[in-house]
């Protein structure tokens, strides 16, 4: 089973982001390998959902992040040797037996192109071995280190220590190899166990994308969320904020089954939506085992996320925005009745239709919503009369961002209160701008005339 | 005065744009002629203020549909026409014939283009010119509204220095000696290039009249009577959408003592469309075109302004409320500068929370109607709002039903008088089945 998301979450969340822009992959994506870019894309599209997965995978980070560990390899070696393994040619293998003389005078004066890059490749793997194994006994199996007893870090350190691998290990990648020792070599390396090479290559593209996740986590200052067991669903999540955004104001939220349903509210540039996408991008993170923008967090793992924030709406026909939401739920209702346990963000519920309809559809929904206790909502409404008639729901969560009036200009704090905002800026507005003076002033001139 | 709207309101009705689905502007751009289809968009981008005018442009579309005339040109030979006129002639004869023995000189030569060009181009023009002449035969009666702009065409053409003209189409050889070619460029595209320039715009104007007043026919258009602006005054019966076929028509009535209707209806049950086709054809009928509705008779307005698909403007920070809130404050002011106008507003004041939403519709909506020199249409859910404001004798309640054949919605949308309260929000849920979805364990 796999963690269930979708591409309106990830567009929400600003998971890959449009080409070209800063995205939450982009804040990871500095690894020194093309692989390793690969493989931390592939992380962000498969978060976990198992607790102890997670927790292992984090606990690798949060150790290289404790010892400053470093990436020690220079790309070229993996484009040397990535090169050599693509070639899967027979014919190009070496032969055994020594090059004639006439063959070898004529590799002289014509320089051989596979020969070459055979030769660079074998030993671009040479010294990849040669440092992964320094890299190894220095760093990644000290004492205390989670490496230590990982189980697929103990396979990479079996196999440096059996044939062909450990025969490399003695050799010096710098001095030139006897032709017999390259043809066997290469035999070896690139078709008899081709499979142990990838694998080795594919574990240190794995330490590459988990040291530079450790440099990030160090540079931002994130800290690692502890994942819990599913059944015990709660959530804390203490001084969490936007990975994106310069001096943003950090929140604090806790979530169990008895308040398993936050009801936020807030005028419109008050910071529901920022809210909302931090907190959904820190339980993206959580999920893949990686540093989140927070000062404390643990969290039961859910079965997947989906956000509803950005739903693209088709305004030349008036009611398909509210239907492109009416679909959108019933998609999550139909996750939620296969008995899956998922984080849930909405905002603006039904802001696509007249209010009265939003009025009694966020009702309807937010109250079939709260009663699924193992699942985790978040959802904002502009339509504040529906959390009066929501409060009878003792597990729903109210919550707003408030908006101090400065004279006639508001100012945001972006630090979420309990309770329901009674900001009510519409007539606010409208006084603001003085519309009805401006409809009643001249109609008084022109009867007193 | 020009008449007052702006991008907002067209974009509502979807008016302008050439290549624009559906807009009004490509229903009418029938046209064959480039000239043509400047002049009809000028028509589109200027609707007229005063009442003679609209009833003169209309009196000539009537006239044209009742001839049921073709216009005689194709784009290509009229366009063919227009470049060589364009391109001009020596000052003088000498010089002309001069420039166009060194041209003829080339052709021979090196086989340059130009020479020929210019002779099929005087061929082709030679040609329009005498479809001209007769085309226009056909509108000889003397008391039709065009005829002092044909009549001019015609005195044009029937000038003695053109005497040639049918002559050639009919004797002249393809090929005139250069001595010709050189006389008669010099006379077309010098001495008379002025008045010729009036005859190609008459027949600009002539495919604008033609094409629209066919179009009129085939779509059983109507043509309005424009009033003076004093009598405050709006009628039609059977008023409709243009752009749709199978369009549900209805009646509208304003006057002074009834200037507001205000409008209740489901989402789906045809309120926009009531709401636009009354724009777009308040419009037309300010441009004297044929309108999609009988009987239709106004009194001149100064200006619309609709909101109906309002944008929120997110990138500037704007809420939907916001954006809202500001298109009201900009009507507003134009209200109260006494100016005469038509507005529209459709399902005002959604971005925002109930309580704001009634106090808001029924402050704004209050406010407005009494302007009794303006025409409006407001439409809402908030139905509470028009029961308070039904007390006031100049608001016409009327509303759009719905009827239920079992669980699947119908509309009739033919206007009742009223308010309704249909609303299909939670039935739209209901039918998806998302409830119980959540309830069964």
Not at chain 1, 79 to 102: C, F, G, M, V, W
Not at chain 1, 339 to 352: A, P, T
Not at chain 1, 394 to 400: A, G, L, Q, V
């Amino acid at each position: 089973m796999l963690f269930t998301t979708d591409k309106q979450t990830q567009e929400d969340l600003n998971i890959y982001g449009k080409q070209g822009t800063d995205s939450i992959l982009s804040l990871f994506n500095r690894t020194a390998t093309l692989n390793g870019s690969k493989l931390l894309e592939e992380l962000f599209r498969y978060p976990l959902l198992d607790a102890e997965v997670i927790n292992a995978r984090s606990e690798k980070i949060k150790y290289l992040k404790t010892v400053k560990a470093v990436f020690p390899f220079s790309s070229e070696l993996f484009d040397q040797a990535e090169q050599y393994l693509a070639n899967t040619d027979e014919r190009t293998k070496l032969p055994i037996e020594k090059p004639s003389l006439e063959k070898m005078l004529t590799s002289l004066v014509v320089s051989n192109a596979d020969y070459k890059q055979i030769v660079n490749g074998i030993s671009a793997l040479m010294e990849i071995i040669r440092q992964l194994n320094n890299l190894l006994n220095n760093t990644l199996i000290l004492a205390g280190s989670p490496l230590k007893r990982d189980e697929e870090t103990t396979k990479i350190r079996t196999l440096l220590n059996t044939e062909p691998i450990s025969l490399l290990l003695q050799e010096n990648p710098k001095s030139k190899q006897p032709h017999e020792k390259l043809a066997t070599y290469d035999l070896m390396l690139r078709f008899r166990y081709r499979e142990t090479v990838q694998q080795v290559l594919r574990y240190i593209y794995q330490l590459d994308v988990y040291i530079t996740v450790a440099k990030v986590a160090t540079e931002r200052n994130y800290i690692f969320p502890k994942a819990l067991p599913k059944a015990e669903h709660v959530i804390k999540l203490a001084g969490f904020y936007h990975p994106q955004l310069k001096n943003a104001v950090a929140n604090t939220i806790h979530i169990t089954p008895e308040s398993n349903l936050v009801f936020l509210t807030g005028a419109n540039m008050a910071g529901k939506s920022t809210f909302m996408k931090s907190l959904g991008i820190a339980m993206y993170l959580a999920h893949m085992g990686f540093p989140v923008a927070a000062r404390e967090m643990e969290f039961s793992v859910l079965d997947g996320i989906y956000t509803t924030i950005n739903l693209s709406d088709n305004l030349s026909i008036g009611a398909s925005h509210f239907y492109a939401e009416v679909l959108r739920i019933k998609k999550i209702a139909k996750e939620l009745s296969t008995g899956k346990n998922i984080f849930v963000i909405f905002d603006e519920l039904f802001r696509g239709t007249n209010v009265k309809d939003a009025y009694e559809a966020t009702i309807a929904i937010t109250a079939a919503f709260a009663k699924k206790r193992n699942s985790v909502f978040v959802i904002s409404t502009h339509i504040i009369e529906a959390g009066e008639v929501l409060k009878e729901h003792p597990n729903i969560n109210f919550k707003y961002l408030p908006t101090r009036m400065k004279g006639t200009t508001p100012e945001y704090t972006y630090t979420l209160e309990s309770g329901i905002t009674d900001d009510r800026h519409g007539m606010i507005i409208i006084n603001n701008e003085g519309i009805l003076e401006l409809l009643k002033k001249k109609r008084k001139e022109v009867t007193a005339q | 005065m020009s008449f007052i709207t702006d991008k907002q309101t067209l974009e509502d009705m979807n008016l302008l744009g050439k290549y624009k689905q559906h807009s009004i502007f490509s229903l009418f751009n029938k046209v064959r002629t480039a000239g043509g289809e400047q002049l009809l968009n000028k028509m589109f981008q200027n609707p007229l203020t005063d009442p003679e005018a609209i009833n003169k442009r209309s009196e000539i579309f009537k006239y044209f549909q009742s001839k049921q005339a073709i216009f005689p040109f194709s784009n290509k030979q009229f366009s063919q026409t227009e470049n060589y006129l364009s391109g001009s002639s020596a000052n003088n004869y000498p010089v002309t014939l001069l420039t166009l023995a060194k041209k003829k000189l080339l052709a021979t030569v090196i086989k340059d283009e130009e020479y020929p060009n210019l002779q099929s181009g005087l061929q082709q023009t030679i040609a329009v010119l005498n479809n001209c002449k007769t085309f226009i035969t056909q509108f000889k009666e003397n008391d039709h509204p065009f005829y002092d702009e044909l009549l001019e065409v015609s005195n044009i053409l029937h000038d003695p220095r053109l005497e040639w003209l049918a002559e050639e189409q009919t004797t002249g050889s393809p090929q005139q000696s250069l001595q010709k070619t050189a006389r008669y460029d010099h006379l077309l595209r010098h001495t008379l290039r002025a008045v010729l320039q009036t005859v190609m715009e008459a027949f600009y104007q002539l495919d604008v009249y033609i094409a629209v007043s066919n179009l009129a026919e085939t779509k059983g258009f109507n043509y309005a009577q424009a009033l003076p602006k004093e009598n405050n005054h709006l009628t039609a019966t059977e008023l409709r959408h243009p752009n749709i076929d199978k369009a549900v028509a209805n009646p509208v009535s304003f006057n002074q003592e009834s200037n507001m209707i205000f409008l209740t209806g489901a989402n789906m049950a045809g309120k926009s469309t009531f709401m636009k086709s009354f724009g777009i054809n308040v419009y037309l009928a300010h441009m004297g075109f044929p309108v999609a509705a009988k009987d239709m008779q106004f009194s001149i307005k100064d200006g619309i302004y609709s909101s109906i698909n309002v944008p929120d403007n997110l990138d500037m920070g704007l809420s939907h409320f916001y954006a809202e809130v500001l298109r009201v404050k900009k009507v507003a002011e134009e209200v109260s500068e006494e100016k005469d106008l038509v507005i529209i507003f459709d399902e005002l004041f959604k971005g925002t929370n109930v309580k704001d939403a009634y106090d808001a519709t029924l402050a704004v909506t209050a406010a407005f109607s009494e302007y009794r020199n303006c025409l409006f249409i407001v439409s809402t859910h908030i139905i509470e709002a028009g029961d308070v404001l039904k007390q006031q004798n100049n608001i016409q309640t009327l509303y759009l039903p719905t009827i239920m054949n079992g669980n699947i919605p119908t509309y009739t949308y033919k206007l009742q008088p009223g308010i309704s309260s249909d609303r299909h929000g939670m039935m739209i849920i209901e039918n998806e089945g998302i409830l119980e979805m959540l309830e069964a364990e």
